[in-house]
């Protein structure tokens, strides 16, 4: 079957979210370091602790670290190891906020991202799967003794579900969509973070929302989504904010396409803006407005005891803190339509070796090829595009979010 480059996969991109992600982090560490000791506790209580460890019968619990009394640099309790970390963006929302952007029965993985963070921490690599992948999920634990069954060609955000069962239990869901994802790509997953849905809304809300400029209206369909924001400047709250995050069918922007695609990018835009917004108002040195905002993001996750202190978030933040940003990549399995429906997706070959560079920590981005001139080609060659040569660059391409989507950009 002929590859092409589908709908539903995500675009080849460089962003530098995760290096504000580790300065905002940084200043996690700052609180804490400064003495404000109960913010400390307040900001460790806000983290859900989600030992799918236990649930998976492995040897994962870490050594327990003692809080530093004095200031200090954050150290990286992962140092000079490589990391792959299943990042899982869910419907899922609390009780409190069942009706949020529609019905609040659903309990899956809509966003599923392995992050690839080098041993040497001068790369961070993202390969996104798409949701509507057809995949083999294997037997899953479930947290009263039982086993599901597997299942073969089903939706990959459905394996969050069935691991999650009728009692939704996060663990649970999280511990079979790592299984899944290891018994496709062969990696074994270091650690994980489940994202709730109405995190991001807190989020949203405690920077007092996202500007963004739209090329043109953006209306979702009724029978999924109250969505209706005019084209220009429009400033999104959190509950607009995940409704334009999540919407995949209407009018404008690539909503008559249904597409994954058009979602994935609306998504890289809108985290452009906000991390714009986040530096506009210095919340980075704003102590009161970090510690808000950072309190509202720890609130939004579930993660494993390795992850689960925001000491431990800091320092592996801190040590990638020199990410150059062409090497923060932002990649999508390949994909093609499914033959069984055009609807579905399945993976192609060249998925293979995408994750065994992630296991073998080698980066998914080639190494540029050396320029030519004339002189090298045992003077065969001729003067004739020699200037093109010369300007051949060796950087990586570090594309971003279109500018018309940015935050300040509207005629």
């Not at 090829?369 to 001729?382: C, F, L, M």
């Amino acid at each position: 079957m002929e590859s092409t480059n589908p709908r539903h996969a995500g675009p080849h991109a460089g962003h530098r979210v995760l290096r504000w992600t580790a300065l905002g982090l940084t200043g996690v560490l700052a609180l804490v370091g400064s003495g404000a000791v109960a913010a400390y506790i307040d900001l460790q209580n806000q983290i859900e602790v989600s030992d799918v460890d236990a649930l998976l019968g492995r040897d994962g619990a870490p050594e327990p670290q003692a809080e530093p009394s004095e200031p200090e640099d954050p150290t990286d309790p992962f140092a000079g190891k490589s990391l792959d970390i299943l990042v899982m963006g869910t419907d899922f929302r609390d009780a409190a906020n069942a009706e949020l952007a529609g019905s609040g029965d659903e309990f899956h993985s809509d966003t599923t991202l392995v992050v690839h963070i080098s041993g040497d921490r001068s790369r961070i690599e993202t390969i996104s799967i798409p949701r509507d992948s057809l995949v083999d999920i294997p037997a899953c634990p479930r947290p009263d003794g039982s086993t599901t069954s597997p299942q073969y060609g089903a939706m990959f955000n459905s394996a969050f579900a069935i691991g999650g069962g009728p009692e939704h239990d996060i663990t649970a869901a999280a511990a079979c969509t790592i299984l899944t994802v290891e018994a496709l790509t062969g990696l074994t997953i270091d650690d994980h973070v489940v994202v709730k849905m109405n995190g991001v809304v807190d989020i949203v809300d405690a920077i007092g929302g996202v500007p963004m400029c739209l090329p043109e209206p953006v209306v979702g369909d009724e029978r999924y989504s109250d969505l209706a924001l005019d084209a220009g400047r429009q400033v999104l709250d959190g509950e607009t904010a995940i409704q334009f995050l999540r919407v995949r069918k209407g009018e404008g922007m690539g909503l008559e396409l249904g597409s994954d695609l058009q979602r994935i990018e609306r998504q890289q835009a809108f985290i452009d803006s906000m991390m714009r917004e986040v530096l506009d108002q210095n919340v980075i040195t704003d102590t009161p407005a970090l510690y808000r905002m950072v309190q509202a993001a720890l609130r939004a996750i579930s993660t494993s005891p390795e992850l689960a202190s925001p000491r431990a978030l800091a320092g592996l933040a801190w040590s990638v803190r020199n990410v150059d940003p062409s090497d923060i990549v932002f990649e999508s399995v390949p994909v093609v339509d499914a033959p069984s429906d055009p609807n579905r997706v399945v993976w192609t070959s060249e998925a293979a070796g995408m994750w065994e560079k992630f296991a073998a920590d080698e980066s998914l981005v080639p190494e540029p090829e050396p320029s030519t001139s004339p002189s090298d080609d045992d003077g065969k060659g001729s003067d004739e595009g020699s200037e093109d040569a010369e300007e051949v660059s060796e950087e990586k391409p570090s594309p971003s979010p279109s500018p018309s989507l940015r935050a300040g950009v509207c005629a």
